[in-house]
């Protein structure tokens, strides 16, 4: 019914910038929330980044500053731009959308790198 479609991943150096887009489509029209979580390597999931349907955000401290999460509701797409990026921003990173009631939607992930 609902399928999210991520992009941007890749290898960049640390000090260098990623932008990850999900695409979101389906039979979902009230969205509650989309974020970007991601995990590491012998990691828990974590949250890096939320943006609610008020438009509210929410960043990790680890990111603060550095990422900024952005929406355009006409394309059903949420961004994640992903600025000075640090070797421990490595991870897979997951959008979920979560509309107004469960269940939740989870994309299948798109593998960001940051190494010299």
């Known amino acids: 019914q609902v399928q999210l479609v991520e992009s941007g991943g890749g290898l960049v150096q640390p000090g260098g910038s990623l932008r990850l887009s999900c695409a979101a489509s389906?039979?979902?029209?009230?969205?509650?929330?989309m974020g970007w979580y991601r995990q590491a390597p012998g990691k828990q999931r974590e949250l890096v980044a939320l943006?609610?349907?008020?438009?509210?955000?929410n960043y990790a401290d680890s990111v603060k500053g550095r990422f900024a999460i952005s929406r355009d509701n006409a394309k059903n797409t949420v961004y994640l731009q992903m600025n000075s990026l640090k070797p421990e921003d490595t991870a897979v990173y997951y959008c979920?959308?979560?509309?107004?009631?469960?269940?939740?939607?989870w994309g299948q992930g798109t593998q960001v790198t940051v190494s010299s």
């Open positions: 979920k959308l979560s509309p107004l009631r469960p269940p939740n939607y």
């Open positions: 389906g039979s979902i029209f009230s969205i509650a929330a």
């Open positions: 943006i609610t349907r008020a438009g509210s955000t």
